[in-house]
């Protein structure tokens, strides 16, 4: 993280390194014990599709390492969070035809439910501005 520049109070926490929450449903689905419906497998990241889509191409780019959220990733590893972004766009360009948002909830009150990174990748249809 730049010089001077810190995450907002309340998140980003873990951002020099946090150990894997034994409850973490990311968690288990990147270590194969619980099933996703995979779409691509990066070096340092896992794809696959939400439970409950908001649009025909909903899927959900997760790193394979726990960080609480996206602040945390940029500072810890910014290679994983660039591999993210491309394998993202990657599935936007192979379902979509290119058109896609990406969506990081960060922080309850922006809808964060599940506190593992995840960049939500969506698109197939035209998407409304500004989100609800
Ligand atoms: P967020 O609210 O931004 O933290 O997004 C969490 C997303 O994870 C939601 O869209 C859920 O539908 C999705 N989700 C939760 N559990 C699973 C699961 N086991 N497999 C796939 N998607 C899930």
Do not use: Y
Request: with cysteine; net charge negative; aromatic share 6%.
């Amino acid at each position: 993280m730049p010089d001077g520049v810190r995450p907002p109070d309340g998140l980003g926490e873990g951002w020099a390194g946090m150990a894997e929450p034994d409850d973490c449903v990311f968690c288990k689905i990147a270590a194969g014990q619980i099933p996703a419906q995979v779409v691509t497998r990066g070096e340092r990241v896992l794809a696959f599709r939400d439970l409950n889509p908001q649009a025909p191409t909903h899927v959900l780019v997760i790193t394979r390492e726990h960080h609480r959220d996206v602040l945390a990733l940029a500072a810890t590893d910014p290679q994983a969070l660039a591999e993210l972004v491309q394998v993202g766009a990657a599935i936007a360009a192979d379902e979509t035809g290119g058109p896609f948002r990406l969506v990081f909830n960060t922080g309850a009150a922006a809808g964060q439910s599940v506190f593992h990174v995840h960049g939500h990748v969506l698109g197939g249809r035209d998407l409304g501005w500004p989100p609800g």
